[in-house]
Nanobody
Framework: QVQLVESGGGLVQAGGSLRLSCTASRSITSTYVMGWYRQAPGKQRELVASISTHGNTNYLDSVKGRFTVSRDNAKNTVYLQMGSLKSEDTAVYYC??????????????WGQGTQVTVSS
């Protein structure tokens, strides 16, 4: 089992920045993808950004050039640096972790969610 603890959400004005952090309760030695989803009221949850074991990153088109996902392996932590924030970025942001095993099904873990509100 892995617990994910998020921090860094809050209220920010449009054009501002925030950094989200997500720390896993233990180091991950298997292949994994870790990143962030978000869900706005009345909308489906969508992948915002992810980073893989090999450092490959993936971004939602609408955040490319504004958001950066990174990690600190020594701290078991992934970050989402968000810049040039827009009102449409307002959502609950969820950290997620998918661990892949050779002979077992993938395992998914989720954080509790952190609210990001961008005021215009």
């Amino acid at each position: 089992q892995v617990q994910l603890v998020e921090s860094g959400g809050g209220l920010v004005q449009a054009g501002g920045s925030l950094r989200l952090s997500c720390t896993a309760s233990r180091s991950i030695t298997s292949t994994y993808v870790m990143g962030w989803y978000r869900q706005a009221p009345g909308k489906q949850r969508e992948l915002v950004a992810s980073i893989s074991t090999h450092g490959n990153t993936n971004y939602l088109d609408s955040v490319k050039g504004r958001f950066t996902v990174s990690r600190d392996n020594a701290k078991n932590t992934v970050y989402l640096q968000m810049g040039s924030l827009k009102s449409e970025d307002t959502a609950v942001y969820y950290c997620y972790l998918r661990i892949s095993y050779i002979l077992e099904p993938d395992q998914d873990y989720w954080g509790q969610g952190t609210q990001v509100t961008v005021s215009s």
